[in-house]
């Protein structure tokens, strides 16, 4: 029996080998990737990271990378689990030390789990559309960057589409807030509570327990309450079954507006017909056609290089997430190249410098064929959303279209949220926060 | 030759019965105790001590704790996570809501809390045995996530339920950097370890093993079921209490309900059988295996996948992992169902004639 | 009034998917003692199985019985890879083999299958019932219906087939006693292939209604949470009693949900909803304490 623990002791060996391999060289952009391909939401994350690592590729083989420098990566499967994914970033940070690409980890816990670590390594964190939603308040997070816009800003802008739809008013009106029972579902309560009591509507919250693949009470519930429309913050197989419980109650599903963790192919082709007429909020639009997309069809398919196994994930809205949130990133690296010299590989401190400072006008995307994939973006020390805007997209039974123009939550409603969460953080970790108002440009 | 007991007289109870009756063992507990506290801290990267040797030792906590529970009094539970969960949060809030009160009290406080939980969800194991307490155990799983989940208060009205670890400061010393993390997690685990140890060859742990071995003989001779019944949960709570306290102060650092899921329970399960049911040196040996395989996996395959020049992608390596992870988990039962410290016997077994097996 | 009964109705409809799943654990339980929890995983590959076979081209009934051709080659291969080597093992054991087996297909059917979720078309609209909503006003799902009396057949089959043919009866011998069936010429090993295939069909039926329901994904996994409580109240070792069981949970959770958290709320004050993840495991709990055997269990009786 000891014997077979022989190849077993060679393999840690050489497994050891691999983790102390040396830091990437200096002409190289690393981007620790901190993700995950299988498990419950394996499918999501093919198609994001999919996306992210094409974009890196796209730029290295179009451009050569930014001023020469090319864009470099190393996977980690974390499977969404919290512990998984502190494993992942401790082993990745080690090559991230010379230069370090912002890390996304498309998951709330995960995310959380970081903040501190990633801000005593300083690396930069990246959050977009999930994660530390005070994070906005720079002066306290310094490298945690919950980029485009939040839960929150989400809920508040998915309210003003309602809103706007029901001719301007909605005193009277009511609206049910179904969510997953988790960090990602409760962040958007109070920031509902405020728009309830500002515009006068009537607020129901029902609560689904993970995974949510049992919903039949709370939509017999919603059927009685007779609400004007359900907001949706689903996860997963949640989704799925919300729209197929709506179907089986009769809830019109154009009356549902979901959240963009419920607004992807994965979440409407398995609900199948009940999933049409089915509204969600987004950050980036989906479709082969737009520009980008397909130059990266071109380029990088046509080069064999392409990521995705099954490219009929091209052009879904989680891989057009995956390539906005690449985008971004790879922006944020010519920002900082700009300021600390270009031709070189960023740090940590310098990338954060470049993500609070952002500023990707509507003519840059169109320069590099993204104008209808994200919105513009423009960030600052008190403010790392630097957008908080949201197109409502609605699915005609066979993709995604969009019903309106990007929509901005209320800032002035939600951002003081944001602060005050920061500053309690700040109190409780001793935390002295930055003078804004001091920082460089 | 090494390892040989031979020649080592017992002249009083108290040397035949200490901890470590035979030399070598001792020798080697202290070796390996020298090697833990001064070595590591000095070779260790920052990488080992944050990503494997904290996580590994917090885990071991766990699984000793609830090898106590299964292995030494035979209660199957599947609710360790929870345990863990209920030890974080009480941490968290000794901390925040006692003026002035040390680190360590807290966690042994946290302990407590954890084992006065145990005890109310143990109630049942008097009347309910084998998997059906199992599942019955579940439940704890599920409600106390809930409970966390839905009193605000406990995690101090923040809006998403996560809670942040405060500073760990003892004696005005604060335990910032991964190696003096490290260095309290260890001291805490190995003096956590030697009391478990202690523990299991008293008059309790003699009753655990009856009761495991059959609770209706084990009442016939004697043993009162109900007090020896929730001890075990009581002590075995207060150890997952404690590595709940460390996973968060020392660990993770944020902390969400959620993340002390159904998996985790799992995992710690398995930490146990892979490691050996009823062996403090088994949680050990099945912590580290559980936690290192899936890492190792995790590094090897895609380097195994790029030498032999394998067409794989991402995803496709990602799902391997996962395939052989559960392959080698029923590869270990069915070479050795009673886990990774019967080898270690068998070797020591070997090892006293060697090198003259004849 | 009429709500408390539509929620009652949907209830019991739902139980009866709890019942589809715990069925293949009694299944496997009785025969061979063992606690099987890679059903919920076997669910999974059993749908899998059935759309990517589709995708590939193959009308739903050939992929049907390709499926149930796969659940078959996979029972025989876990009796001949797995439980055979550990026979005379801890129960423990096994059921930890059985959780490893769950790793081993939760890796194996979404790399040979694909892992995106995917929608099952079997042709029954989930809608509610039209002349039931304009005379009642209540609304009962066809899907439920439908999936209810699928449920009626594969028990009264499975019971049929227990009592009347010849592997039935040997099966139920295995199941009395391992050590007796085997001195009287029952081929233990046979009849544990064939309980592990019959368990493969009834993870393909519930595989089928639950992805038609929730769509195919990994996500079908999670369906052996649901079927636990149902478990530990209808007993281990009881067909009926999961069906009774399934019922009991699948009524009791759905009312909770409703009308126990407006409770809470007011008694707390907060939000007190989504208790349905450990509603059922409670109240199996509770249970128990009353029946330690559960519903339809054997009562076990021990000997020093």
New interface residues.
């Given amino acids: 029996m000891k014997k077979s623990f022989k190849p077993a002791l060679a393999a840690v060996a050489v497994s050891l080998a691999l983790i102390s391999q040396s830091a990437v060289s200096a002409e190289e952009q690393f981007f620790p990737l901190v993700s995950y391909r299988v498990g419950p939401y394996g499918a999501n994350g093919q198609a994001f990271y999919g996306g992210f690592v094409d974009y890196l590729n796209y730029v290295n083989m179009k451009e050569g990378g930014v001023n020469g420098v090319k864009m470099a990566w190393e996977e980690c499967e974390t499977e969404y689990n919290n512990a998984k994914g502190v494993e992942c970033y401790e082993r990745l940070k080690s090559k991230a030390k010379a230069s370090a690409g912002p890390i996304h980890t498309m998951s709330t816990g995960i995310s959380y789990a970081l903040v501190d670590k990633a801000a005593a390594d300083k690396l930069p964190l990246a959050m977009m559309g999930y994660g530390r939603t005070d994070a906005v308040d720079g002066s306290v997070f310094p490298y945690a960057f919950p980029l485009v816009t939040t839960y929150q800003m989400q809920a508040s802008a998915i309210v003003r589409f309602i809103k706007d739809k029901e001719k301007g008013s909605l005193a009277g009106k009511k609206i049910v807030y179904l969510y997953h029972d988790s960090a990602y579902g409760k962040e958007a309560i109070v920031a509902l509570q405020a728009e309830a009591s500002l515009n006068k509507f009537e607020l129901t919250l029902i609560p689904v327990a993970h995974p949510g693949n049992e919903q039949g009470a709370q939509w017999l519930k919603i059927r009685q309450e007779k609400p004007d429309y359900v907001i949706f913050y689903g996860w997963g197989v949640m989704n799925q079954t919300g729209l197929k419980s709506a179907q089986k109650v009769g809830f019109p599903r154009d009356r549902i507006i979901g959240s963009w963790w419920a607004g992807s192919e994965e979440d409407t082709v398995p609900a199948g017909d009940a999933a049409k007429g089915y509204m969600a909020a987004t950050w980036n639009l989906a479709g082969k056609s737009l520009p980008l997309i397909a130059d990266i069809e071109k380029t990088v398919y046509g080069g064999g290089k392409g990521n995705l196994q099954d490219t009929s994930k091209l052009g879904t809205v989680l891989y057009n997430r995956g390539v906005s949130a690449a985008v971004l990133s790879v922006e944020a690296v010519r920002r900082a190249q700009e300021k600390f010299g270009k031709g070189k590989a960023m740090n940590g401190e310098q990338m954060r410098w470049a993500l609070e400072n952002l500023n990707i006008a509507d003519a840059r995307l169109k320069q590099i064929g993204a104008a209808d994939l994200l919105p513009e973006i423009k960030t600052s020390c008190a403010n790392h959303e630097g957008s908080g805007k949201v197109k409502i997209q609605q699915w005609d039974g066979a993709k995604w279209v969009p019903v309106s123009g990007w929509i901005e939550g209320n800032k002035a409603l939600i951002h003081p949220l944001f602060e005050a969460s920061a500053k309690q953080y700040a109190k409780e970790k001793g935390i002295t926060p930055r003078d804004c108002s001091k920082e460089k440009i | 030759m090494l390892y040989r007991e031979a020649g080592q007289f017992k002249t009083s109870y108290a040397a035949d019965q200490q901890l470590f009756p035979i030399r070598q063992d001792r020798i080697g507990v202290l070796l390996l105790l020298a090697a833990a506290f001064l070595a590591v801290p000095g070779m260790a ?3 080992w001590f ?3 040797l904290i ?1 590994f030792l917090i885990f071991a906590l766990a699984a000793l704790g609830l090898n106590i529970l ?1 292995g030494y009094a035979g209660q ?1 539970s599947l609710g360790s996570a929870a345990f863990m969960a209920v030890g974080a949060y009480a941490a968290y809030n000794f901390q ?1 809501r006692v003026e002035g009160i040390p680190i360590l009290v807290s966690f042994a406080l946290a302990g407590l809390t954890a084992a006065g939980v145990g005890v109310l969800f143990g109630l ?1 194991s008097l ?6 307490l199992a ?2 155990t ?2 704890a799983q ?2 106390i ?2 409970c966390l ?4 208060w406990l995690s ?1 009205n ?5 809670i ?1 670890a ?2 760990v400061e003892i004696l005005g010393h604060i335990f910032e950097s991964p190696r003096e993390k490290y260095l309290l997690v260890l001291t805490v685990v190995v003096l956590m370890a030697l009391a478990a140890r202690n523990l299991v060859r008293t008059s309790t742990g003699r009753a655990w093993m009856a009761v495991r071995d ?4 084990a009442s ?1 001779i004697g043993i009162r079921l109900m007090p020896t019944k929730l001890l075990a949960f009581a002590v075995s709570s207060f150890y997952c209490g404690v590595a709940g306290a460390l996973y968060a102060f020392c ?6 309900p ?2 002390f899921s ?3 329970s ?1 995992k710690i ?2 930490m146990i ?2 490691g050996g ?1 009823g062996s403090i040196l088994g949680s050990f040996l099945g912590a580290a295996f559980i936690l ?1 395989l ?3 996996l ?3 395959l895609p ?1 195994l996948a790029e030498l032999f020049h394998l067409p794989f ?4 390596v ?13 590869f270990f ?5 009673h886990g990774l410290a019967r ?1 270690w016997q ?2 020591k077994e ?1 090892l006293r004639l060697w090198p003259f097996p004849h | 009034m009429q709500f408390f009964f539509e929620v009652l109705i949907g209830g019991l409809l739902s139980g009866i998917m709890y019942s589809l799943v715990a069925l293949g654990f009694v299944l496997i339980y009785k025969a061979s003692g063992v606690f099987n929890f890679a059903q919920g995983a076997m669910v999974y590959l059993a749908a899998l199985s059935v759309v990517g076979c589709m995708e590939k081209g193959a009308p739903l009934w050939l992929a049907l019985i390709l499926a149930f051709a796969v659940m078959t080659l996979f029972g025989i291969a876990t009796e001949k890879f797995v439980l055979r080597k550990l026979v005379n093992q801890p129960p423990i054991a096994l059921f930890m083999a059985t959780i490893g087996l769950a790793f081993f297909v939760e890796g194996l059917a979404p790399m040979v299958f694909g892992s995106d979720p995917r929608a099952l078309d079997l042709g029954i609209v989930d809608e509610p019932i039209e002349s039931i909503l304009e005379s009642a006003g209540m609304v009962i799902s066809k899907f439920d219906l439908v999936a209810a009396g699928v449920a009626a057949v594969l028990v009264t089959s499975l019971a049929l087939f227990f009592q009347y043919t010849r592997i039935g009866r040997a099966l139920r011998a295995v199941a009395d006693d391992h050590q007796a069936a085997l001195s009287i010429g029952i081929p233990l090993q046979h009849i544990w292939a064939i309980v592990w295939g019959v368990a493969g069909f009834v993870a393909l039926v519930a595989g089928m209604l639950w992805g038609a329901r929730n769509g195919v994904q990994f996500a079908l996994t999670f369906t052996a949470l649901k079927a636990l409580p149902v478990l530990i109240l209808g007993g281990f070792t009881s067909v009926p009693g999961a069906i009774v069981g399934g019922l009991i949970i699948g009524a009791s959770e759905k009312l909770a949900e409703i009308y126990i958290p407006p409770v809470m709320q007011s008694l707390f004050g907060g939000n007190f909803g989504g208790i349905e993840g450990w509603f059922p495991y409670v109240l199996a709990l509770l249970f128990l304490l009353v029946r330690p055997e559960g519903l339809f269990g054997e009562r076990h009786i021990d000997r020093v």
């Avoid at chain 2, 990602?318 to 029923?330: D, P």
């Fill in positions: 990267s920052e990488y944050s990503a494997i996580p299964t199957l925040l049942p009347r309910i045995k084998g998997f059906y599942v019955a579940l439940a599920f409600f996530v809930w989940t839905k009193f605000p101090n923040s809006s998403s339920g996560v942040s405060q500073k059959m609770d209706v003989a016939v660990y993770l650092g944020s902390v969400e959620d993340g159904l998996e985790m799992f399960l398995f059988i892979i049911v290192l899936p890492i190792f995790d590094v090897g380097w992608s991402t995803a496709t990602s799902h391997i992992q996962t395939l052989v992870f559960g392959a080698l988990i029923m039962l069915i070479v050795e169902p080898l068998i070797a070997k």
